[in-house]
């Protein structure tokens, strides 16, 4: 549909395909980003591209959210599980529809993990180390499946996000469960992301809430970094022609020193 928008002949928003991040942090208040995450991935059954689709969680909180996540009913598969389902999803190395907005439940029973589909999980949980083509659970999943990755450290998981990122997913919005405010700074000049969803239900708080300010939208711009024209949660303000009235004001012209003292000090003049 984006495809087809931008090449009509008229102009267009474009939005951005999801893939969405979360990094868990080693300060996080656990059971609150627990009851978080799974609240944004089971919303209805994890088709949002505001869904998070990998965690990216730092090593030495990794055994406790996992307890937390599975409390919740998360159920974190094993090798041969992992492999079972990926046949499924992905049968030719690219998403299939077989898995696409199914409960997780009806997931595990159509890649044949009887034993999984017992205990009716809310979400399946895949670890995962690598990124791209060859690592498919590392790609946008539209369904209740989780990737986790595990990160030394902060500088480590916004290495594992930039990744994911560099393979799909560019420009949308990465989550952060953190008590360290200064980290969604961090991110947000690091990441190619036009939001930085901090302490959130991810999927939900994309659109637009009461509680964090966002306009109420369900389509996300993605900026350049997602081939888009623009990087705002589209509203009423992108359908408006906005007539503008120039007067003429005191003159004041920057010296060169104002415009580029800094970069001089840096580099030094040509």
Known sequence: NVRAAATSGTPAFGVG???VAGIVDETADLTL???????????????????????????????????????????????????ALQRLMFPEGKLSAAATGQSATAIAERAGLADIAVLEPRILVVEEDGFGAEHPFSGEKLSPVLALYTARDFEHAMDIVERIYAYQGAGHSVGLHSALLDRAMALGLRLPVSRVIVD???????GGSFDNGLPFSLSMGCGTWGKNNFSDNMNYRHYLNITRISRPIAERVPSE???LGAYFDKYGRA
């Open 200 to 206: 959130q239900a991810h999927s939900i708080a994309t």
């Open 33 to 83: 980003s627990a009851e978080r995450i799974v609240r944004s991935k089971t919303f209805d059954n994890a088709t949002s591209c505001s869904s998070e689709n990998s965690l990216v969680v730092v090593e030495a909180v990794r055994a406790k959210l996992l307890t937390a996540l599975r409390d919740r009913g998360a159920v974190l598969l094993d090798a041969p599980q992992k492999a």
């Open 17 to 19: 395909a999801g893939n």
């Open 257 to 259: 020193r104002e415009l």
